[in-house]
């Protein structure tokens, strides 16, 4: 597999201006995608734009940009930012969520990865810087806009790998967990405050993108089969779900193999001793006449 090796992208321009294609008002729900220029994101854009969202689009690529921006039915505004280059990416982000007026829906799919197994320090820095600083930092405006308007949607792409170490790419698995963990510390986060703030991490396998290259690559979805169940999942506002689905039996399995037989009994214990708090044992009485019984533990 190579991850996303070829891409040249076009030279940043720190403060180009958000070009907005107006095209008729939407439902009123709008949405702003990081990493919108190639694969999921521009898939997620396609199918947004369908349900009538007003977009904001941000890669770097902005000739990409624009040509999907063209293609969509709705109205965009488009930012050329290089999230690696997090303090002038953040001021972006700011701009254009004050130029849409605010939104409900932010969703940070920009990522990279290369298969490094020299273990060169330039490829292990950049991803560290796209998919761990970057992502941070995106995700720290899209929550404080949230926490001020009082609600909102964090939508994050983290992969497969978050939960399995692959030693062609290190840096790549651990920025993954580092996306996922930081999702689940700001659910944790949003949980004490009580707002309705939702926070939704993909882990997804392999979806057939610029950034999945190789053969053999198995269970490789079609973007628009990704897409609508990731939209599946944000409807539902969904903590956390496997892009496809079938993943999540490779995500059991590596967690099966990675705690043992002793460690998933006792999960199995825990989850036994839950449902008998949660549904206490009828009294005897009540067992003669139903004939229920109570669980056992394995
Ligand atoms: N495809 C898979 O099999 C797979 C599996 C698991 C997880 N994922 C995750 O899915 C996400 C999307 O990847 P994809 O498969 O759709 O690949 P992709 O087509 O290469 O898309 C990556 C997107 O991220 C943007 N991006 C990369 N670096 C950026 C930067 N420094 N600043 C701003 N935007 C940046 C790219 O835009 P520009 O180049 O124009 O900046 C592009 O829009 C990634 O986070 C990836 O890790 C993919």
């Not at 254009?96 to 298969?115: D, P």
């Not at 309705?196 to 997804?204: C, L, M, R, V, Y």
């Not at 999945?212 to 779900?241: N, S, T, Y």
């Not at 549904?279 to 533990?297: E, N, V």
Request: aromatic share 6%.
């Amino acid at each position: 597999m190579i991850l996303g090796e070829d891409k040249v992208p076009t030279p940043f321009q720190p403060h180009n201006p958000a070009v907005v294609v107006q095209k008729g008002r939407g439902v009123g729900q709008s949405a702003i995608i990081i990493g919108a220029s190639s694969g999921i994101g521009a898939g997620l854009a396609k199918a947004l734009a369908q349900q009538g969202y007003t977009l904001g689009l941000v890669a770097r690529r902005d000739e990409n940009l624009r040509k999907l921006a063209a293609s969509l039915p709705t109205t965009t505004f488009n930012r050329v930012a290089d999230i690696a280059d997090c303090r002038p990416a953040m001021e972006i982000l700011g701009e254009l969520l004050e130029a849409m007026g605010g939104v409900e829906l932010v969703i940070i799919t920009a990522g990279i990865g290369h298969e490094n197994s020299d273990l060169a320090w330039r490829p292990e820095a950049e991803t560290i810087a796209v998919n761990v600083t970057g992502f941070a930092a995106m995700a720290g405006v899209a929550m404080r806009h949230f926490m001020a308007r009082g609600s909102g949607h964090l939508v994050g792409i983290s992969s497969i790998a978050a939960i399995k170490a692959d030693g062609s790419a290190p840096a790549y698995g651990a920025s993954k967990a580092f996306v996922s963990r930081y999702m689940q510390a700001l659910r944790h986060k949003i949980a004490k405050q009580q707002l309705p703030i939702h926070i939704t991490d993909i882990q997804a396998g392999f979806i057939d993108t610029a950034m999945a290259k190789g053969d053999g690559l198995f269970w490789i979805a079609p973007v628009d089969v990704a897409c609508e169940q990731i939209l599946r999942a944000i409807r539902r506002r969904q903590k956390h779900a496997y892009m496809t689905q079938r993943w999540r039996l490779i995500a059991w399995l590596c967690d099966f193999c990675r705690s043992g037989p002793t460690t998933a009994c006792s999960k199995l214990e825990r989850a036994a001793e839950e449902a008998r708090q949660t549904f206490p044992p009828p009294r005897k009485s009540d067992r003669a006449a139903t004939g229920t019984t109570r669980l056992t533990s394995c």
